[in-house]
């Protein structure tokens, strides 16, 4: 387990460094090495959306979604990456799945209200 904490620590450093290339390349061994590493797949998936590989990072957000159902974030960024590929009837439901987890969750609530007034004046 060692060799995949190394990869996911290496992997956030990337992140927020902005090379996410190396990012996604530490974050990919860490998950092949630990499969149950949910915030590995959740900034794996981060990684993705960066660089707008929007499927992709739903694919690792729903792995993270997968492991953890019960962190509201990664609903959040389920939502936002379901958001920006113009799914919005997927989006409003996981931004409600977080809000559902977290009463207190501003910004996935601020999403959603905003989500709801764009998709109404269309």
């Given at each position: 387990?060692?060799?995949?904490?190394?990869?996911?620590?290496?992997?956030?450093?990337?992140?927020?460094?902005?090379?996410?290339?190396?990012?996604?390349?530490?974050?990919?061994?860490?998950?092949?090495?630990?499969?149950?590493?949910?915030?590995?797949?959740?900034?794996?998936?981060?990684?993705?959306?960066?660089?707008?590989?929007?499927?992709?990072?739903?694919?690792?957000?729903?792995?993270?979604?997968?492991?953890?159902?019960?962190?509201?974030?990664?609903?959040?960024?389920?939502?936002?990456?379901?958001?920006?590929?113009?799914?919005?009837?997927?989006?409003e439901y996981e931004y409600e799945r977080a809000i559902e987890i977290d009463p207190n969750y501003t910004k996935a609530r601020e999403a959603l209200d905003k989500l709801k007034?764009?998709?109404?004046?269309?």
């Open positions: 387990m060692k060799e995949a904490d190394d990869h996911f620590k290496l992997g956030i450093e990337a992140f927020k460094a902005g090379d996410c290339d190396k990012a996604i390349d530490e974050l990919e061994a860490a998950t092949r090495l630990d499969q149950l590493n949910y915030k590995a797949f959740n900034y794996l998936g981060a990684a993705y959306a960066a660089k707008d590989r929007f499927n992709s990072a739903i694919g690792a957000f729903k792995a993270a979604e997968q492991i953890a159902p019960a962190v509201a974030s990664i609903h959040y960024n389920i939502a936002q990456a379901y958001e920006a590929t113009g799914i919005t009837n997927e989006a007034k764009r998709l109404h004046h269309v």
